[in-house]
């Protein structure tokens, strides 16, 4: 079993739609939680961090769920620019930089 | 604010040769780590360093790679006697600090060995 499952989609959408994206871990130790995106051929880019209470940052939203151990990412009124790969990030410890990356979802947005 | 950095961003090597791979982390990071992605898969963890420290390197391969962060200079990941199967992009990455700390990439070096 994957440490980070996601499902890898493609997602494809028109503007203006709501998408939702879902991601599994199986280290229950796990201790910090994130979204990047990545870019075709480029860097990943930190989306924003995840916390148990739930955070939002304008059309996004990230939820934690740590009993079922399942991280979400909701993008509201898609844009083109959201085209991209969105990958679920886990960090197992505090004493550890060890970032684990899920395969990635990817998401076409289409006008 | 200039971002992490990375040299070179392409970097063609023939089977045998060495690879020395460039990162300066973000000012103010004093936490360097090193991920490799190879094409069509996910990134994978390769090495934490801090100042002169090899922290964690659970995720380098047991020959031939090697990564050092001087006390002045950038951090440099080395890659000997290189291989093909060594085709990949090596992002680098840097936080403020250890753990929870959220990491931030520098655009990669894409290495090609013919």
């Known amino acids: 079993r994957k440490e980070v499952e996601q499902d890898p989609g493609p997602f494809n959408v028109p503007e203006g739609a709501t998408v939702a994206f879902n991601c599994t871990y199986s280290?229950?130790?796990?201790?910090?939680f994130f979204w990047y995106r990545q870019d075709c051929r480029k860097e990943p880019k930190l989306l924003m961090s995840?916390?148990?209470s739930g955070n939002e940052d304008g059309r996004f939203t990230a939820q934690l769920n740590r009993a079922s151990q399942y991280i979400s990412l909701l993008i509201r009124d898609s844009k083109l620019s959201d085209s991209a790969t969105y990958l679920c990030?886990?960090?197992?410890?505090?004493?550890?930089?060890?970032?684990?990356f899920g395969q990635g979802t990817t998401l076409q947005v289409k006008p | 604010n200039a971002g992490v950095m990375q040299n070179p961003r392409h970097l063609v090597r023939r089977r045998g040769q060495e690879a020395r791979l460039r990162c300066s982390p973000m000012?103010?990071?004093?936490?360097v780590y090193w991920y490799r992605q190879l094409p069509e898969e996910g990134l994978k963890f390769m090495v934490y360093?801090?100042?002169?420290?090899?922290?964690?390197e659970s995720g380098m391969p047991k020959e031939r790679f090697s990564a050092e962060f001087p006390k002045e200079g950038p951090s440099i990941l080395r890659i000997q006697q290189v291989v093909r199967g060594d085709s990949a992009a090596y992002f680098c990455?840097?936080?403020?600090?250890?753990?929870?700390?959220?990491?931030?990439f520098g655009p990669g070096t894409r290495l090609t060995v013919t």
């Open positions: 990455a840097s936080s403020l600090s250890r753990g929870p700390y959220e990491q931030y």
């Open positions: 280290n229950s130790a796990s201790q910090s």
């Open positions: 995840v916390y148990s």
């Open positions: 990030v886990v960090n197992i410890g505090s004493n550890t930089g060890k970032l684990i």
């Open positions: 000012k103010g990071h004093s936490h």
């Open positions: 360093l801090q100042k002169e420290n090899i922290i964690d």
